[in-house]
């Protein structure tokens, strides 16, 4: 019998693995879920599947969303997600197309994904060039001024998009900053058609930037790969030229980081 006594008709999820298999369902939804729509292919118990839930939400593992009824990743599940892609054997291989990358552009590369409230640097590979700006890994920016933020923001529902652009502080960081949150979104939706974003000395004076996303299995954004530079070296429009590089270094890193 399950320990919360009810008949268990399922039986195919042993119990040490039923906490990972609601983790998993969880973040291949890659939108807030709730119990009983994860439990439509785990087949557990209505008692245990929402026992399962309320412990890992006690533990940070998933947070409740603002409808009190769906679970999205918890900080815990987020810190995990972000160890597991930094661990040693993925990150030196990592490293390594990063570098390819940047020795071939001369400029500094970087990988980010996204945190609750701001995109984080994972790694970089930085330019030889003496003249470089400085966001070390652990760095945070945000998301609408950057063209890793911009990326994420455009991998997103027309929905999630909105719910975030109404919330997000759209603080002026130079003159080319975007601040109108329409001018926002019709930036955002051009991006999501043409694959790859920019930042034209929105987030920094005298700094540009070209990103492109890196996917998961599903076809959905796992990180950003991004290039950016002093504009006395390159501009935006110098940038673009090495998107096919970007995507080339992207698809590589799924690879590697979906690899078994």
């Known amino acids: 019998m399950p320990e919360d006594g009810s008949s268990d008709t399922g039986g195919q999820i042993p119990t040490n693995l039923r906490l990972l298999m609601v983790l998993e369902e969880i973040v291949q939804a890659g939108v807030p879920i709730t119990p009983t729509a994860a439990n439509a292919s785990l087949g557990l118990p209505k008692p245990t599947v929402h026992r399962l839930f309320h412990t890992l939400e006690a533990e940070g593992f998933l947070q409740r969303d603002i409808d009190g009824k769906a679970y999205s990743p918890g900080w815990r599940l987020r810190k995990l997600s972000v160890n597991t892609l930094s661990s040693l054997h993925i990150r030196t291989a990592r490293l390594a197309i990063l570098k390819s990358l ?3 552009i001369g400029e500094t590369c970087n990988l980010a994904t ?3 409230e701001a995109m984080l640097y994972l790694d970089r590979v930085e330019t030889k060039w003496p003249l470089r700006i400085q966001l070390p890994v652990g760095t945070t920016v945000p998301f609408y001024c950057t063209a890793a933020g911009k990326m994420y923001l455009s991998s997103l529902t027309a929905a999630q998009r909105d719910k975030i652009i109404d919330h997000l502080p759209l603080v002026r960081r130079t003159r080319k900053t975007i601040t109108d949150p329409d001018q ?10 043409r694959g790859y974003s920019t930042d034209n000395e929105e987030f920094m004076e005298g700094m540009a930037a070209i990103a ?3 996917k998961d299995d599903l076809g959905r ?9 002093p504009i006395q070296r390159q501009t935006k429009d110098d940038l673009m030229q090495f998107r096919g590089l970007l995507a080339s270094a992207s698809e590589d890193l799924s690879n590697l980081l979906l690899s078994r």
Not at 184 to 193: G, S
Not at 221 to 229: G, N
Request: charged fraction near 30%; hydrophobic fraction near 45%; avoid cysteine.
């Open 102 to 104: 940047a020795d071939k």
């Open 221 to 229: 954004l796992l990180a950003t790969l991004s290039v950016h530079a």
């Open 212 to 214: 492109v996303p890196v």
């Open 114 to 116: 996204p945190d609750r």
């Open 184 to 193: 926002l979104r019709a930036e955002i939706r051009e991006i999501h058609k």
